[in-house]
């Protein structure tokens, strides 16, 4: 793995994430962990980039142990692509969340602009942005989406909590995906005012 394919993934497990087992929170000595952490993996969703592209999902093993993560980029082809890393780990609503979340880096156009860096506010804009269009694609094309958020929230907390973030981190990301959902607009809607704001439209 090159040093900028590395680079990419810590960007992505930053901001994704990064589901782990909901099981691990047991008391300790539960010795059955494994035996409940495998998920059916989820069909992805329909994904186009704002060049017209088709984005394509890759399943791999996940990154790191019982780490369910999504990283979109170009491969070595410059195809657009999402890489699907231990979704197995995480519950159906939050690799739903995941995928949608990075097809939106794909949408906005994110994946062929310069990385910010790590935790600057242009990346925690990024990141925010993604997070609310995954939001109303899950809120308009579900029966339920409100009950599918609260699922992929649920799941998000407690593995953002588990790899270590920081409270305000997670309470941040949680408010803003809330904020999102009552948006008065549909999620392409919000699409084309972040395309035509970033002059991509
Ligand atoms: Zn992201």
């Keep these: ?27 300790a000595g539960d010795t059955t962990v ?7 993996v989820t069909a992805p969703p329909a994904c186009v980039n704002n060049l017209g592209e088709t984005v394509t999902f890759e399943n791999r093993p996940a990154a790191r142990n019982q780490l369910a993560a ?22 159906p609503a939050l690799q739903q969340f995941i995928d949608l979340h990075e097809c939106a ?10 990385h910010p860096p790590r935790n600057s506010p242009a990346h925690m804009m990024n990141e925010s942005i993604a997070d609310c269009i995954a939001i109303l694609r899950i809120r308009d094309g579900d029966t339920d989406g409100k009950t599918v958020m609260d699922a992929a929230v649920l799941a998000l907390t407690a593995d953002m909590a588990t790899v270590g973030f920081a409270a305000t981190t997670i309470e941040s990301r949680v408010s803003n995906i809330k904020n999102c959902f009552e948006k008065p607009m549909n999620a392409s809607a919000f699409l084309s005012e972040i395309l035509e704001y970033r002059g991509l439209k």
């Design 1 to 27: 793995m090159g040093q900028s394919m590395m680079q990419r993934l810590v960007i992505a497990l930053f901001c994704t994430l990064i589901s782990i087992s909901a099981t691990v929170g047991n008391a």
């Design 34 to 40: 494994g035996a409940n952490s495998s998920f059916a």
């Design 70 to 91: 999504g990283m979109a980029r170009r491969d070595s082809q410059g195809v657009p692509v999402i890489y699907r890393f231990g979704y197995e780990n995480a519950p």
């Design 105 to 114: 880096h794909h949408q906005t156009g994110d994946i062929d602009r310069p």
